[in-house]
């Protein structure tokens, strides 16, 4: 996958900004991809380019104009291609997961610190998941949104951003109980 196709599939909520997308990347792609704003604008200007999205300038006063970006039919159809197709498997690479593995002959302590940093970086990441959760279901049950909901990618996604966020609570809380023990 690419930055395009995230992109692409940011833009399926409407038309945006480079500062709202990277807004709502932070909110929602992030849970399964990365990006600074940074990137996301050489990638929209990119993809502008290739025809994939368009761009209208919006005047404003007292700020800078900004840049509304939306999906055109290539976009879409580009969109459709990409996942039509299987994807590639996942793979780790974690230096987090580097730095368990050398505890052993490295810094015990400063192994500890970043692996309890992890965990309180994925409790905040699963409690802002878990607003966003409640805000897409606005009082519905999970079934009554997902029968009625005109997009579910988006809340299938926040699903599995929040179990990964859990599993790394539950990973890093494991590894700090172990350390504890061995270390004291």
């Known amino acids: 996958m690419s930055l395009r196709h995230a992109v692409m599939a940011a833009l399926l909520e409407g038309e945006a900004?480079?500062?709202d997308l990277a807004k709502g990347f932070d909110a929602s792609v992030a849970n399964f991809w990365m990006a600074t704003p940074q990137q996301l604008y050489r990638e929209l200007d990119r993809m502008r380019?290739?025809?994939?999205?368009?761009a209208r300038v919006v005047q404003q006063e007292r700020r800078?104009?900004?840049r509304l970006f939306s999906l055109t039919e290539a976009?879409?159809?580009?969109?459709?291609?990409?996942?039509?197709?299987?994807?590639?498997?996942g793979a780790i690479r974690d230096e987090m997961m580097v730095m368990?593995?050398?505890v052993d002959a490295g810094?015990?302590?400063?192994?500890?610190?970043?692996v309890e940093e992890r965990v309180e970086w994925a409790r905040a990441k699963?409690?802002?998941f878990e607003r966003l959760q409640a805000r897409l279901l606005d009082g519905r049950t999970e079934d009554e949104f997902l029968a009625h909901a005109d997009r579910v990618g988006p809340y299938l996604t926040l699903l599995r951003g929040l179990e990964f966020e859990r599993e790394n609570e539950r990973w890093g809380e494991r590894v700090l109980a172990v350390l504890r023990e061995r270390v004291g």
Request: no cysteine; proline share 10%; net charge positive.
């Open 17 to 19: 900004s480079g500062y």
């Open 126 to 128: 699963i409690a802002r």
């Open 75 to 89: 976009g879409r159809r580009e969109l459709r291609k990409f996942t039509a197709r299987p994807p590639r498997p």
């Open 64 to 66: 800078p104009n900004k």
């Open 49 to 54: 380019e290739a025809g994939l999205v368009e």
């Open 107 to 114: 810094d015990a302590e400063g192994v500890r610190a970043a």
């Open 100 to 102: 368990v593995q050398a």
